[in-house]
T-cell receptor, first 114, second 111 residues
Framework: GNSVTQMEGPVTLSEEAFLTINCTYT??????LFWYVQYPGEGLQLLLK?????DKGSNKGFEATYRKETTSFHLEKGSVQVSDSAVYFC?????????????FGPGTSLSVIP | EAGVAQSPRYKIIEKRQSVAFWCNPI?????LYWYQQILGQGPKLLIQ????????DSQLPKDRFSAERLKGVDSTLKIQPAKLEDSAVYLC?????????FGQGTRLTVV
């Protein structure tokens, strides 16, 4: 079946460090890929998305490229800030009959220290 | 545009009691989801509606959980009777095209 795997956390970085959170997926067909972020005490927010191979999603300095050949969608940011501390979820949306089903990875907790 | 509204935000109940959660999706969004997020895990789909019809409830524990979507708009999720392992955040989401919008969730604690 369809699934999403993420690197395990927690990840702790110093401010201005480079961030990579790995995400790989298994899916039939051509899924859309997402990164969601959950700040402490808040709901899930869409961070970025890519709907086809080689697309790059970007938002708030974060980027991820849809790599069909490696079935990956790694999240990167060149210089993290304390305010980026949150849990990050990789997700995919795969067509099942006529409807989308959004499947999430387990999440990666990021802590950025000053 | 208003977001997905959920209530209550927090609920504490004793095991074997019943509880209900309410969700008002974004206007015009035909697809509605209920997810269960246990602490430290990713959200798990419980049930998916298209308008007022169920299209996926394969992971809904139907012996204790039930959900309905009235007139294809608001939805309620009920647990009866609750177990300790039902302690989680229950997230409602609605979908437009390729993007799902989430509410802030209801945090349920079963003691």
């Amino acid at each position: 079946g369809n699934s999403v795997t993420q690197m395990e956390g927690p990840v702790t970085l110093s401010e201005e460090a480079f961030l990579t959170i790995n995400c790989t997926y298994t899916a039939t067909g051509y899924p859309s890929l997402f990164w969601y972020v959950q700040y402490p005490g808040e709901g899930l927010q869409l961070l970025l998305k890519a709907t086809k191979a080689d697309d790059k999603g970007s938002n708030k300095g974060f980027e991820a490229t849809y790599r069909k050949e490696t079935t990956s969608f790694h999240l990167e940011k060149g210089s993290v800030q304390v305010s980026d501390s949150a849990v990050y979820f990789c997700a995919l949306s795969a067509w099942k009959t006529s409807y989308d089903k959004v499947i999430f990875g387990p999440g990666t907790s990021l802590s950025v220290i000053p | 545009e208003a977001g997905v509204a959920q209530s209550p935000r927090y609920k504490i109940i004793e095991k074997r009691q019943s509880v209900a959660f309410w969700c008002n999706p974004i206007s015009g969004h035909a697809t509605l989801y209920w997810y269960q997020q246990i602490l430290g895990q990713g959200p798990k789909l419980l049930i998916q509606f298209q308008n007022n019809g169920v299209v996926d409830d394969s992971q809904l524990p139907k012996d204790r959980f039930s959900a309905e979507r009235l007139k294809g708009v608001d939805s309620t999720l009920k647990i009866q009777p609750a177990k300790l392992e039902d302690s989680a955040v229950y997230l409602c989401a609605s979908r437009y095209n390729t993007e799902a919008f989430f509410g802030q969730g209801t945090r349920l604690t079963v003691v």
